[in-house]
């Protein structure tokens, strides 16, 4: 008994032990790690669709209230929705212009009902823009929509 007093250092088994316990700690922390990284990649991944769909309504909705939605036709190309401004008559495919908004699986764009070419001011025309995204692969879909009045207004 009288040398355990001067020992000093572990021994192997000690040693052992110490080295299993940090291995477990640390694979627990990993796992904890990449989780979180993928719910951050899925997040920005989702905002980046929301952004998207905002500014491609948005730009449609200003379109329909302003004078060029007569010259400008929307048109789902693939997964893009492109714009494509024309001045006599609209192009017969969907190729050019600018691509507004990716990984779209859906897209409308409907008159309201009981609303015809020739109503007044208060009735103007009004339409409802709808547009789904969603990227290859990913489970999560963005939707939205927005009703806009011809000459200026949501509804």
Not at 12 to 36: Q, T
Not at 47 to 62: G, I, S, T
Not at 137 to 142: E, F, L
Request: proline residues 4%; aromatic residues 6%; contains cysteine.
């Amino acid at each position: 008994m009288a040398n355990l007093r001067f020992q000093r250092g572990l021994t192997l088994i000690e040693l052992l032990v110490a080295v299993a316990i940090a291995a477990l700690v640390v694979a627990a922390l990993n796992s904890v790690v990449a989780l979180g990284l993928n719910a951050q990649a899925s997040g920005r991944q989702t905002n980046e669709l929301v952004y998207q769909a905002r500014f491609a309504l948005e730009r449609m909705a200003a379109a329909y209230r302003g004078a060029t939605w007569s010259t400008t036709l929307y048109c789902l190309d693939g997964t893009n929705l492109r714009e494509i401004t024309f001045t006599t008559t609209p192009p017969a495919s969907c190729t050019g212009g600018a691509v507004i908004a990716t990984n779209v699986s859906d897209f409308s764009a409907q008159l309201r009902a009981g609303v015809g070419p020739n109503a007044g001011a208060v009735d103007r025309p009004a339409v409802t823009l709808s547009l789904t995204l969603q990227p290859s692969g990913a489970p999560q879909t963005v939707t939205f929509s927005t009703s806009v009045r011809r000459g200026g207004g949501t509804l």
